[in-house]
Nanobody
Framework: VQLVESGGGLVRPGGSLRLSCAASGIIFSINHMAWYRQVPGKERELVAT???????NYANSVKGRFTISRDNAKNTVYLQMNSLKPEDTAIYYC???????WGQGTLVTVSS
């Protein structure tokens, strides 16, 4: 069972990134999936969720800028991040709920 994130990097304020999380060893289509982020020294924060049926929910801090989506054929969940701000800088993790598995994280740095 494994979740592998990719797509992080350095981007300027106002820029965009798309994160991917590829799942293996789980029945992806029945899983609710989530993206979290964590700044070192702070608690992990829920960013966005998507249910097995495709319903989405977002933290107020990213609403209107981030979009979570999924491709069940590819066992992959995405996080499209637009209008990035320096305060979006964090390690981003994806999580499944059945079973509960975390990825290793991918670093997003927003800086000029």
């Amino acid at each position: 069972v494994q979740l592998v994130e990719s797509g992080g990097g350095l981007v300027r304020p106002g820029g965009s990134l798309r994160l991917s999380c590829a799942a293996s060893g789980i029945i992806f289509s029945i899983n609710h999936m989530a993206w979290y982020r964590q700044v070192p020294g702070k608690e992990r924060e829920l960013v966005a969720t998507i249910t097995s049926g495709g319903s989405t929910n977002y933290a107020n801090s990213v609403k209107g800028r981030f979009t979570i989506s999924r491709d069940n054929a590819k066992n992959t969940v995405y996080l499209q991040m637009n209008s990035l701000k320096p305060e979006d800088t964090a390690i981003y993790y994806c999580k499944s709920n059945f079973p509960e598995v975390w990825g290793q994280g991918t670093l997003v740095t927003v800086s000029s």
